[in-house]
């Protein structure tokens, strides 16, 4: 008995000794939750003292808005500062389009009203009309008919090539050699019969050239990388058949080449050298791209309402910056002749912020035509399938941004022709860029000097100040912010145009023209 009654006063002490340790316990957490609420109103004190609208907690607003004053104020930064996060200005974009239009309709009438309405699309005719008569009518015609022979030689040099028939090295320097010719031949022949191709022929002839040059450098290249392959994977096959004495290796390799290009789409996949075709050759020539490509994506049909609206585009269009062109920049760049010949620095840049408006509407509605209808509209009629012509360069927070965005044939030409291989040779990613970006600007040189028959060197300067111009561009968008550095891009653009309009013209006028008329 005793000591059952033992038992029992031991387990009470523990159940006793349990519920005091609980009770302190509780005690405890008290304790820590009055000295965290502490804590909470004194962040809440000192929460009040600060006027950052994002640092004022969850709680402090819920007792607030419960107060006997009903307070209706918040803390809210005003909507046009940056940091409050509005982003719907479409109200002020279209407040803006007006005053644009406006501004463009005062200057429009105050130009009918010196100038008269000069637009005139039979002047056009004849001015066309006039070019084919300076050069007897076929001139032009004639080479561009001829420039076919690059197209057939490249085409044999690499059937040549692909049947082993000449080996790789000379097969190089044949290319080259051809390259080379393309490009110097107009200059060539210019100088030599500077009578016999008229300016609108000289600037054609130059636009194929560079285009011809461009879409066969890929060509040959492309084809290189193919018949590489190729041998490489012949050189695997002939060691993996002597190694093993595997007589089946051949049919093996072939029956894999017939899976992989069998797939589950309805046409089969061209393999080297079965693209080696006049018929392959010549979709490239004509597809609104500069990079070649075995197997070009493309589209089950053509969109007849589709391809009729960019068509309308192009014609409507290219009639507008004709318009424009006859009433608005021929007088703006006539006029300035006389102040940028006296050095004459406020009229001239008056005459610049003059030229700069039509100018960039010109340039606006080129890059549409060009880029939008047009190539939208070879690449219907070809069932070409991808119109990535151009990416969101309206956007560029740098100059840099910008080159890569607003001409997507000639940058992903660049990339993959000239940028990569050049980086496989271990140069720097400084030293590619900086190449792809002389190039650019000797090409654009070569469209403008050969085509007017002076080799100033104008444009390959402003091409290159480009480069310095980049990098002030992504300074001022790092420590600025991203729409300063959109207004570098935005002001190059408007008013680097028609200066380099002017210096040519200038020049130009100097050697063609007769300098009493136009100073009258």
Wanted: charged letters at 20%; aromatic letters at 14%; hydrophobic letters at 45%.
């Amino acid at each position: 008995m005793d000591s059952e009654q033992n038992g029992v006063r031991q387990r009470n002490t523990q159940a006793e000794d349990k519920l005091q340790k609980l009770i302190d316990r509780c005690k405890n957490e008290d304790a820590d939750d009055e000295s965290e609420n502490d804590s909470k109103k004194a962040r809440l004190r000192r929460t009040n003292s600060v006027c950052g609208p994002e640092v004022i907690s969850a709680e402090d607003s819920k007792k607030r808005r419960y107060q006997p004053d009903k307070p209706i104020h918040k803390p809210r930064d005003s909507l046009l500062s940056w940091s409050s996060g509005f982003d719907r200005y479409e109200g002020i974009v279209n407040w803006g389009f007006l005053i644009l239009a406006i501004g463009g309709c005062r200057l429009m009438l105050e130009n009918v009203l010196k100038y008269g309405v000069r637009v005139n699309p039979l002047d056009w005719l004849r001015w066309v009309q006039e070019e084919h008569q300076r050069e007897n009518y076929y001139n032009t015609p004639l080479w561009l008919l001829g420039s076919n022979l690059h197209y057939l030689y490249a085409y044999k040099v690499e059937k040549f090539l692909a049947k082993d028939v000449l080996p790789s090295w000379l097969g190089w320097y044949l290319h080259a050699f051809q390259l080379l010719v393309i490009v110097l031949t107009p200059m060539v022949v210019f100088n030599a019969f500077p009578n016999a191709f008229s300016l609108l022929g000289r600037m054609v002839i130059c636009t194929v050239h560079t285009i011809m040059l461009l879409k066969l450098w890929s060509y040959v290249q492309v084809n290189h990388w193919c018949r590489d392959d190729r041998n490489d994977k012949r050189k695997n096959l002939r060691g993996r058949s002597h190694s093993f004495r595997n007589l089946g290796a051949e049919k093996v390799m072939a029956d894999a080449d017939e899976y992989l290009t069998s797939g589950a789409s309805s046409e089969r996949l061209v393999r080297y050298p079965d693209n080696l075709t006049l018929r392959d050759l010549y979709y490239f020539l004509l597809a609104p791209t500069l990079c070649y490509e075995l197997n070009f994506p493309r589209t089950s049909r053509i969109r007849k309402w589709f391809l009729f609206r960019r068509a309308l585009e192009v014609l409507v269009l290219s009639n507008l910056v004709m318009a424009l062109f006859q009433q608005w920049m021929i007088p703006s760049v006539k006029n300035s002749f006389k102040p940028f010949s006296d050095m004459d620095f406020i009229r001239t840049w008056e005459r610049l912020l003059k030229l700069s408006i039509p100018n960039h509407l010109l340039w606006l509605t080129c890059f549409y035509i060009v880029f939008h209808s047009f190539l939208n509209t070879t690449g219907e009629i070809l069932r070409f399938a991808d119109r990535h012509f151009y990416d969101d360069w309206w956007n560029a927070e740098d100059v840099g941004t910008f080159w890569r965005l607003w001409n997507l044939p000639v940058h992903k030409w660049a990339v993959r022709h000239l940028f990569v291989p050049v980086m496989k040779y271990s140069h720097n990613k400084f030293f590619a860029s900086l190449l792809v970006f002389l190039f650019s600007a000797l090409l654009h040189e070569y469209l403008v000097s050969v085509p007017l028959q002076m080799y100033k060197i104008h444009v390959f300067i402003g091409m290159v100040l480009q480069v310095p111009l980049i990098t002030v561009s992504q300074t001022v968008a790092r420590t600025l912010g991203c729409r300063w550095g959109n207004i570098i891009v935005w002001s190059s653009l408007i008013l680097g145009q028609p200066l380099g309009i002017l210096v040519y013209f200038h020049d130009y006028a100097v050697k063609n023209f007769d300098i009493a008329s136009l100073n009258s």
